[in-house]
């Protein structure tokens, strides 16, 4: 038996027993006990022999006869919630908002918890409809932002926007960073459907909403480089480094295409190798080596390599460094250095690219909203390597 169930009645039942013994005889406690609703002891007798069902009935019974009640059973709903037990905090909800002569005030916070019970069972338009009956008064607050989390996961931009908005309004702390990626969402739908005036306004609305939102500067440069205007593109890129340059990974690889599809393929080669030395990146190294390699040579990525292992040791830049040494050594130490690359490899290979700064939630993939906790920009583009991490 999970303890707790049953501590919630207890407890208040013994501290009761306790102050009404230390001011009456035996006599006149056996005489207050018997006024008690039956019911409730019923509950309670349930409940310590996990009969959960009939005690939810014991307990509705018993809210019917004593409104003083009402508070044990949103605690009781809210206990079966946070157990995962949905379909009997729904009930026991449905049940308080059965009441004729539920005041006002207790039936919009049963509204609120039955919205919230909806929500955590997956029954989201159930849960919408609940929320929305909550336009006004203390959970109205409340109900919008449980609102704009169904609007997400149903991925319900517009309607996400238009309630982000009110919510503000309503006095919270501004929500323009969910906004601005609110219309980037509205961008990227409008780019798939090959649609880039509707995908440019949505960007502009972003950046109107969040002047520093890196997204909407990325997907600006993709815009451009769709219609073919790469010098416009590149522009857009660039502007990453003065906004955040943490994000200068995700545009890395469009910035060396754009350079190289212009014929200007050595002024990308040096933009890039000026980015991993001032912002030491795996990601940066990554694609900067590459290009080193095929553009000046062999020797000019080594040099490279090295010179991000000496300001920013870690096991992905020793895989390109001995990548490089590999390619120039002669047997037998090209077999060691293989043997070394390989096996540091490995150990790379299964790591967590990225942890999310708020939940800790790890990823191999970049996300804007992280999966976990569903927060925006929670994940910086770098590859983390824990040095915690068994081999």
Known sequence: MDLDFWWLLVIPVAFALGWMASR?????????????????FRGLNFL????????????IEVAKLDPETIELHFALGNLFRRRGET?????????LLSRADL?????????????????????????????????????ALGAQRALLTIYEIEKDWPKSIVTAERIEKMGAPTLAKEIAHFHCELAQEALQRKSPDDARAELKLALDANPDNVRATILSGDVDAAA?????????????????????????EKLMNAY???????????????????????DLLDVAFKHVEALRGLDAAHTLARKQMQSSPNLAGMTRLLEAQEAVAEEPRRGELQLMRALVKQRTKNLPRYTCQTCGFRARLFYWQCPGCSGWETYAPRRVEPITASA
């Not at 009997?88 to 049940?95: L, P, S």
């Not at 010098?231 to 943490?246: D, F, L, M, T, Y």
């Open 103 to 139: 005041p006002d005030a207790e039936r919009d916070h049963a509204l609120f918890e039955l919205g919230q019970d909806f929500l955590k069972a997956g029954l989201l338009d159930r849960a919408e409809e609940t929320f929305r009956s909550l336009e006004a008064g203390e959970y």
């Open 24 to 40: 009456y005889d035996l006599k006149t406690l056996l005489s207050e006990n018997a006024n008690l609703p039956r019911s409730y």
């Open 48 to 59: 310590l022999n996990e009969q959960h069902d009939k005690a939810i009935d014991a307990f």
């Open 260 to 282: 190289s599809a212009l014929d200007r393929a050595e002024e990308g080669v040096d933009l890039l190798t000026d980015y991993v030395n001032r912002y030491p990146s795996n």
């Open 228 to 252: 073919g205007n790469l010098v416009g593109a590149i522009a857009c890129w660039k502007r990453v480094e003065e906004q955040n340059a943490v994000y200068l990974p995700l545009v890395a």
């Open 87 to 95: 379909d009997r905090a729904i009930r026991v909800h449905q049940n």
